[in-house]
């Protein structure tokens, strides 16, 4: 299992090798204050093992990448959460369960149950914390150069072949699967409202009217990205997205 927090996508990434997936967001109260019933004793002192266990240097990293700053178990839910998007690439959602995701990610089954509720959950929570990573939401002081590391950001992710596989998983299972449709709007509201607070920002400067449909623009920032990646079969380099945000930019402060 390799850790998905290496495949950051910067600007200057686009038009070499088109990196790791990232879609477009409502914050999730859920998750800061979601409680679990005690679990027995014996399922503690397993957690604790393997919290232990996971804080140990992989040979498969960096040591000093691994060790981030969160602790025993920020490593345990990064351990799983990289585990859940290679299995959705892998095998896809209908395979997916929590005996091969704790399988997978070298940790007890009663892990994942003591943090995660079902399937549903747990997988908009991957999405989330993978595009987060891949696709970090910019605030340079400028919404031109914002929308511009954003927009490469998100071409970089979708147009890898891990993104490739996610899309699949979002776009067209979603229809057909309940849990994945769940996922999937809890993911889009979230990240469309980060990516709204970027633009908001814009218009809170002058550097958009006031009236701004902050929704409209972005749907109109990423439909481009998500046509070439899903329906053309078009390349994503740079250029083009710099043509995307000069052109909606230009048309929202025309007149």
């Given amino acids: ?21 990232g879609l477009p967001f409502l914050w999730r109260p859920d998750v800061a204050t979601r409680t679990f019933p005690r679990p027995p004793l014996l399922w503690q002192h397993v957690v604790a093992i393997e919290e232990v266990a996971m804080a140990v240097p992989s040979r498969r990293g960096d040591p000093r990448r691994r060790m981030r700053p969160g602790g025993r178990s920020a490593r345990v839910n990064e351990a799983v959460l990289d585990a859940v998007l290679d299995e ?11 005996e091969r995701v704790a399988a997978r990610a070298g940790v007890h089954k009663a892990t994942l ?37 954003l927009t490469h950001a998100i071409a970089a992710n979708i147009s890898s072949p891990d993104g490739q596989g996610l899309l699949r998983t979002l776009v067209s299972d979603a229809g057909r699967v309940p849990e994945i449709a769940g996922a999937a709007r809890t ?11 970027v ?16 929704a409209f623009l ?7 990205l998500f046509l070439r990646v899903l329906v053309t079969a078009e390349p994503i380099d740079a250029a ?4 995307i945000v000069d ?9």
């Fill in 113 to 149: 149950y003591r943090r995660w509720a079902n399937k549903e959950e747990l997988l908009a929570e991957a999405l989330l914390a993978h595009t987060g990573s891949a696709v970090p939401m910019p605030d340079t002081g400028s919404l031109r150069e914002d929308l511009r590391r």
């Fill in 187 to 197: 993911f889009w509201s979230e990240r469309f409202a980060l990516a709204g607070a």
């Fill in 218 to 224: 972005i749907e109109r920032l990423i439909a481009p």
């Fill in 1 to 21: 299992m390799r850790s998905r927090r290496a495949c950051v996508a910067r600007p200057e990434d686009v038009g070499l090798a088109i990196a790791d997936m």
């Fill in 88 to 98: 959705i690439v892998e095998s896809g959602y209908a395979k997916l369960s929590f």
């Fill in 247 to 255: 052109a909606l930019l230009d048309s929202a402060t025309a007149g």
């Fill in 199 to 214: 633009v908001g920002r814009g218009v809170e400067r002058g550097e958009l009217p006031p009236d701004t449909d902050v």
């Fill in 240 to 243: 083009y997205a710099d043509r």
